[in-house]
C-alpha cells in the first residue's frame, strides 16, 4: 500500500504562483514514476507532469510546459509541483500518483499506469 497526501492548493490571482506538495508513505520501493494530474468541472482528468524515480527526467503536458516545474526529494518521499503564471484555466483539482512498472511501459501521460492516488487539492485562479 502507498499512501499520497497532497498539499499547498489555494486561490491565487492569474499571474500569481503556488507549489503542491505530494507526500509519499508505504510501499514506495516500486515506484517508476510520480505524477501530477488535474480535473477541472466537465472536463476530463488531464496529465500535468511526470518525473522519473530517480528525478533525471521530466515530462509535461503541452497546456503547462515553460509554467510548471515537477521535482522531487526521494530523502523525504516527497513531489513538489512549482507553478508559475497561472491561468483561469488551471483552475482544477490536483492529484498527485504513484505509477508502478505499467507506467514505464505505457508513458508518464497515461492515468492507466497510475495505481495510488492522492486525494486532491484544489487550485483556484481568478482573474
Known amino acids: 500500500q502507498v499512501q499520497l497526501v497532497e498539499s499547498g492548493g489555494g486561490l491565487v490571482q492569474a499571474g500569481g504562483s503556488l507549489t503542491l506538495s505530494c507526500a509519499a508513505s508505504g510501499r514506495t520501493d516500486s515506484t517508476y514514476v510520480m505524477g501530477w494530474f488535474r480535473q477541472a468541472p466537465g472536463k476530463e482528468r488531464e496529465f500535468v507532469a511526470g518525473i522519473n524515480r530517480s528525478g533525471t527526467s521530466t515530462n509535461y503536458g503541452d497546456p503547462v510546459k515553460g509554467r510548471f516545474t515537477i521535482s522531487r526529494d526521494n530523502a523525504k518521499n516527497t513531489v513538489y509541483l512549482q507553478m508559475n503564471s497561472l491561468k483561469p484555466e488551471d483552475t482544477a483539482v490536483y492529484y498527485c500518483?504513484?505509477?508502478?512498472?505499467?507506467?514505464?511501459?505505457?508513458?508518464?501521460?497515461?492515468?492507466?499506469?497510475?495505481?495510488?492516488w492522492g486525494q486532491g487539492t484544489q487550485v483556484t485562479v481568478s482573474s
Open positions: 500518483a504513484r505509477g508502478d512498472l505499467k507506467a514505464y511501459f505505457l508513458g508518464p501521460n497515461d492515468p492507466r499506469g497510475y495505481d495510488y
